[in-house]
């Protein structure tokens, strides 16, 4: 059973991603995780392929024994891994509750790496995996720091991971888009918080880039950077020096550009 494995699927990319995995035709099961079922069911109930649904809350230690369980159970051949659950909180550390700070590591970081080492025993060569991570893991991001710093772990994990499992023929690549409209930013905006970044003046859409993503993976790439603004952004980070990096952002996130 060719199985693709997809967690977020409930919303945003994650949800094109499944979309996709279904028009493509090559997987037999489709695994969709999150919270939310009736938003899974509701995907489930709109794609042919079969599907199974994981409930998983990703910043539980119990959901990975969970997750290692039904693998075990059902024998999986994991063909595609997409780790797209993540969230972000706008605000500088002060602002942040502790909680919101442990959830975005556990989720963005402990959930992304955990469902890669628990996958792998479960995957054979040809197999791809594509992780969640943002053009804003190429600069350090006052207002968006602890989100930014997590998703720098998510790009250099994946990077690594992707050679050391060439000689397997597993691919991982890591998916660095520019804002896009999902729930994303307004789950980032409802805090205390939420005039810290104001400056949403390109904003892509989902589908394109989870497409352009599942491109890169079977193109054995070990990243993409997605878009010209992602592209503009990534350049800047590796031309500017870093202090001056960051006053460009601090410059222009509170300004208030919308979509
Ligand atoms: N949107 C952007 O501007 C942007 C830009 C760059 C990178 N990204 C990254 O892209 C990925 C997908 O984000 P998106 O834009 O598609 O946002 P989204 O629409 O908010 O989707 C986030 C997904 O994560 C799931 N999730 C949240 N908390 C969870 C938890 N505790 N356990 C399990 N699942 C959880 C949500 O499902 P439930 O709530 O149902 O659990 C949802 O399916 C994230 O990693 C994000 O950091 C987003």
Redesign the pocket.
Known sequence: MKTAVI????????REFALLADRLGIYDEIWL????GE?LQTLADSIGTKTKLLL????EPESFAQYKKKLQESNADIALLVN?????KFGTLPMQTEQEIDMMIR??ITATVMMCRHSLPYMHSGAKIIN?A?V?GSIPLPGLNVYAAT?AFVRNFTVALHAELKPLGITATAVC????N????S?ARDTHASDTVNNFMLIYE?APVAAGALQAAFADKSELVYGAAGKIMVSLANLLPTDLAVRVWNRFRRREVKF
């Not at 998983?56 to 910043?59: E, K």
Request: proline residues 5%; without cysteine; hydrophobic residues 35%.
């Open positions: 967690t977020g699927a409930s919303s945003g990319i994650g995780i999150a919270r939310r938003r998983l809350d990703l910043t797209s659950a993540g969230r972000g989720l963005n969640m943002s804003s998703k888009p520019y804002w896009m999902t729930e994303f930013i789950n989902p």
